[in-house]
């Protein structure tokens, strides 16, 4: 099908769609395309002065005069070219101007891997997609600073080093999205879809947000090749990564702690990742905020400090320790050090006993827990026995660990037996 074929949908200007098109059909790191981008930058520049000068006798205090530096940046940014509605299976325009330009109910990209939105880098501040759609976006390194990115979809899009600062994400779905590094500074996210983005090293200062958490589930605070540390929120991410880097930070922090449970084992597998995630649901149920360490990621790193930093933070440990590997000697490593209830899981239909290390920490060591063996992942997370055996456990161990550290040993006076 023709790109002209695609178009059943589009509502915008058709002037600007064949301008469009012509630079897209160009081929890319050519000097055929070097031309083209100066083609059209030339003619979207000839579009927005035009805008200018029309929206100049509208409004006459609102907009600079003609000659000024004011008025060359209002040009370059003023909505004036629109393609509101174009339909394009793939779209490879990297660091192209298209600021201000208008691709409302766009439909970029398709799902089959063919398709695809490259857009790295490209200028596209206060550009408009709302309501629009991208599949397999790559906009690494893309300038979309105070854009109206409304209702957009751009599920596992990568926006790595993105300016997003002072963008209108309201009721957009950035589902697992790679945001790392990203500038979301004043960027509008009420009614966002984040759930499962890895949001390492973003700017979020005055973000305007909502209370919707289900729209925040898994966010990733560590970097790719690290293992995956999820929260709930972006506060809570900056506040943990922040704990785990600055040692000072994170000791007058850790009191305030009360709600962190740290899940720890090895969830690649589909059964233990269905573990993983009923877990995580249910202690949600509970006014419980867990982060998952998943031991089974491929990095050289040394887990032990950054499992005892997480440690620190929580209230109480579950270890899934079927078919464990790492599991045991982080557990030792801490055990020793926290004074938190531990609460090992083990699914005896795949794995029937626990390392003996463990039931050696049992015996010396009161608040790691009895083991609770399931057989099913109904049993396990059944609300009723979720309550019973771990949270009403827990709480019970917790208070009694809370008395014993807050109550002073009685010294024993020693007198002289009477002869």
Avoid at 151 to 160: D, E, K
Avoid at 386 to 391: A, G, M, P, R, S
């Amino acid at each position: 099908m023709s790109l002209q074929e695609q178009q059943s949908q589009f509502k915008g200007n058709s002037e600007d769609l064949e301008q469009f098109l012509r630079l897209i059909q160009s081929q890319p790191r050519s000097e055929e395309r070097e031309a083209a981008l100066q083609l059209w930058e030339n003619y979207k520049l000839k579009r927005q002065q035009q805008q200018l000068v029309q929206l100049r006798k509208r409004w006459p205090g609102r907009y600079a005069r003609r000659g000024t530096k004011r008025a060359y940046i209002q040009s370059i940014h003023v909505p004036a070219v629109d393609l509101m509605g174009v339909c394009l299976e793939r779209l490879c325009v990297g660091y192209a101007d298209f600021r201000g330009v208008k691709f409302d109910e766009a439909v970029l990209g398709n799902k089959e891997p063919t398709g695809y939105v490259a857009m790295k880098g490209a200028k596209l501040a206060n550009a408009s997609f709302r309501n629009a759609t991208l599949y397999n976006a790559f906009l690494k390194d893309a300038d979309l600073s105070n854009a109206d990115l409304h209702g957009v979809t751009m599920i596992n899009a990568n926006l790595q080093g993105a300016n997003l600062s002072g963008a209108d994400l309201s009721n957009a779905n950035l589902q697992d999205a790679n945001l790392e590094g990203a500038n979301l500074v004043r960027a509008n996210l009420t009614g966002a879809n984040i759930s499962g983005c890895r949001i390492y090293g973003v700017s979020a200062w005055d973000i305007v947000s909502d209370d919707n958490i289900e729209f925040r589930r898994d966010l990733i605070v560590t970097p790719e090749g690290d293992p995956d540390v999820k929260v709930d929120s972006i506060e809570v991410a900056q506040f943990v990564y922040l704990l785990l880097n600055n040692a000072k930070i994170r000791d007058v922090i850790n009191a305030v702690c009360k709600k962190s449970v740290l899940i720890l084992g090895r969830f690649t597998e589909a059964p233990r990742k269905a573990v993983l995630d009923g877990l995580r649901h249910k202690l949600r149920q509970f006014d419980l905020l867990p982060i998952v360490f998943d031991f089974d990621r491929p990095t050289d790193k040394d887990y032990t400090e950054t499992v005892q930093i997480l440690v620190g933070l929580s209230m109480f440990v579950i270890a899934d320790i079927t078919n464990p590997k790492s599991t045991p000697m982080e557990l030792e490593a801490t055990i020793k050090q926290f004074k938190i209830p531990y609460v090992p899981i083990i699914d005896i239909s795949v794995d029937p006993r626990p390392f003996a290390t463990l039931v050696d920490s049992q015996k010396s060591f009161h608040w790691v827990l009895p083991t609770l063996q399931y057989q099913t992942m109904e049993d396990l997370l059944d609300d009723e026995n979720l309550k019973e055996y771990i949270v009403d456990r827990v709480n019970k161990k917790h208070e009694e660990l809370r008395k014993a550290k807050n109550d002073e040993p009685k010294p024993i006076l020693i007198r002289k037996k009477p002869r």
